[in-house]
């Protein structure tokens, strides 16, 4: 295991540092160091934009939205596609996530009519057109401002029990991702 870590950490530091967001002061910030946001970069499928974010926030949002199932339901062009051709591995294939539609929603769920958002950062760069306000409030009380409703798919019980510091982290992360409007 220290090993693996060594390399994640590796990766960790030349992904900050070659993006050029980091001072060298960050990289010694525990928050990068931490095995969560070494693992969250090294497992993060599509390329992060770093410019103006925490990156120990980021690598960790990373971590927890990756390791969470988030892409199950939020990237989704077509049944089955939340895996990329040949990279499903429930069929005993090699996991690779379909970056292509990463977390732009589109999944369709019963009662008719519900369908995952897409959680990409809008022409403004804020994740699914949210501020970090109301994600929050959205992720704690399971009610979804646009019509108020309580939302039955998304698993909020259990997002709502998450620390402020790591809803931040998941804000941050998905503001690092690209942009995906109208993706599904």
């Not at 990237?75 to 732009?104: R, V």
Request: charged share 15%.
């Amino acid at each position: 295991m220290k090993k693996r870590y060594l390399g994640i950490s590796v990766i960790a530091v030349a992904v900050v540092t070659s993006c050029g967001y980091a001072a060298a002061g960050d990289l010694n910030d525990p928050d990068v160091k931490d095995s969560n946001v070494q693992e969250g970069f090294a497992i993060a499928p599509v390329p992060l934009d770093l410019k103006g974010k925490s990156p120990g926030l980021v690598g960790l949002g990373s971590y927890i939205v990756n390791t969470s199932g988030c892409n199950d339901c939020h990237t989704w062009h077509a049944p089955g596609f939340n895996w990329a051709p040949g990279g499903n591995p429930y069929i005993g294939q090699p996991a690779k996530i379909n970056a292509q539609y990463y977390l732009a929603g589109g999944r369709l769920f019963a009662p008719p009519g519900v369908v995952s958002k897409n959680l990409t950062p809008d022409s403004d760069g804020l994740p699914a057109g949210l501020t970090l306000a109301e994600f929050i409030s959205i992720l704690r009380t399971g009610r979804d401002d646009e019509d108020g409703h309580i939302l039955q798919v998304m698993p909020w019980p259990l997002f709502g029990l998450k620390t402020d510091h790591d809803l931040r982290a998941v804000y941050e992360y998905l503001r690092a991702i690209p942009s995906l409007p109208n993706n599904y």
